[in-house]
């Protein structure tokens, strides 16, 4: 990654150009398989190892060829990779509100068992492979002429010397807020596929190409209150409740202080006035207080938990650090045995218990545990 154009330049001395650039699509990560022109299966990234199978929903989105594909004149069979993205009008019908981010609310469509909403998800491609692995072009910039030829939506993209890649880059930082989808930089990649395999790889990554991030965004809010949650681990956890702010094209008020040593290395309090951005430009985060009010309110480190009034305190690490965290030491805290069944539906995506469901039947005593 590169956070400024010092950091792309520096890149650009070890790399031989020309280059290909293009959007960094910010979405889920998908590999769709072609046998003879037709679409036959669809996988998640998941872990990098092993992914989930999204098959049946990807039929239903948009920009996706489901047969008849040719690429250089024949029937395609082989690998297309690409990033399921769901655009701001279709996010604005299933979220109206737009407190998430698209991003997340994709995702979570794709993967549904029930296909429910699939069809407003569109997939944005941007690689393609023989079945034994090899590129179907010698160039990025083929490439993506090939896939956008075959029916597949590619995002825009330039080819050039590294300061004609940096202007496409400046322009889209500008275009940013018009666009018709969520992305976070720019990727630019070694055009030629042979030199940018040369360039060999770092933990997973390729050294023949480099995202150039979009700077994050702050904005001005005040500090109103501070509420107390008790995760499924017992760690107590404080959340910051702001005057509304827009934010990277959502709502924001609610940031995570996450603990009480943030919440003095900020000197943070209530009435305060801050800054707060979203990190990765997905997670908000308070970045430092800008003006501190005579009449502002600290921000007092519990001496019980605010769910079971048990006992609260630091766990140690294995080797015997205090942890950052403070805990609920009490294993019959309602909120922990609630976290822990809540994980445990999720993991095998029961639908229809909702918290307020879960929390009325542990209140009734109906359910104890896992």
């Known amino acids: 990654k590169a956070m400024n154009e010092g950091e792309y330049v520096s890149w650009v001395e070890t790399a031989k150009g020309p280059f290909t650039a293009s959007y960094k699509m910010d979405g889920g990560s998908v590999s769709l398989e072609y046998v003879d022109g037709k679409l036959t299966q669809a996988v ?22 489901k047969k008849g594909v040719k690429i250089n004149g024949k029937l395609f069979t082989g690998f297309i990779r690409g990033e399921i993205m769901l655009l701001v009008d279709d996010w604005k019908v299933v979220e109206p509100d737009m407190v998430s981010n698209p991003r997340n609310v994709g995702n979570g469509i794709s993967r549904r068992k029930d296909g429910e909403q699939a069809d407003v998800l569109t997939i944005y491609t941007f690689r393609a492979h023989n079945p034994d692995g090899s590129p179907i072009a010698n160039s990025e910039w083929e490439m993506l002429h090939l896939l956008n030829g075959a029916g597949f939506q590619v995002s825009p993209f330039v080819r050039g010397d590294h300061k004609e890649v940096w202007s496409f880059y400046e322009e889209t930082l500008t275009q940013r807020a018009t666009l018709p989808y969520w992305i976070d930089g720019v990727v630019v990649k070694i055009d030629g596929i042979d030199a940018q395999v040369e360039m060999g790889e770092t933990d997973q990554r390729p050294k023949g190409q480099i995202a150039i991030k979009f700077p994050a965004s702050a904005v001005k809010t005040t500090l109103r209150e501070v509420e107390l949650t008790v995760g499924h681990t017992g760690a107590i956890i404080p959340t910051g409740r702001f005057d509304p702010v827009q934010l ?4 924001v008020t609610n940031v995570l202080l996450c603990n009480w040593d943030i919440i003095a290395s900020l000197d943070i309090a209530i009435g305060d006035e801050v800054l707060i951005y979203k990190a990765g430009e997905i997670i908000p985060r308070v970045e430092r207080v800008v003006k501190r009010p005579a009449n502002r309110v600290e921000i007092p480190q519990p001496t019980k938990c605010p769910v079971c009034d048990g006992k609260v305190g630091r766990k140690q690490s294995v080797g015997g650090e205090d942890s950052v965290a403070l805990y609920c030491l009490s294993d019959d805290c309602p909120a922990q045995i609630m976290g822990k069944i809540d994980r445990y539906i999720k993991s095998l995506n029961i639908l229809g218990i909702g918290d307020e469901v879960l929390a009325a039947l542990i209140d009734e005593e109906l359910v104890l545990d896992i």
């Open 44 to 65: 998640t990234r998941g872990d990098g190892f092993e992914g989930e199978d999204i098959t049946d929903n990807v039929l239903q989105f948009k920009g996706v060829p």
């Open 248 to 251: 990277g094209g959502t709502t």
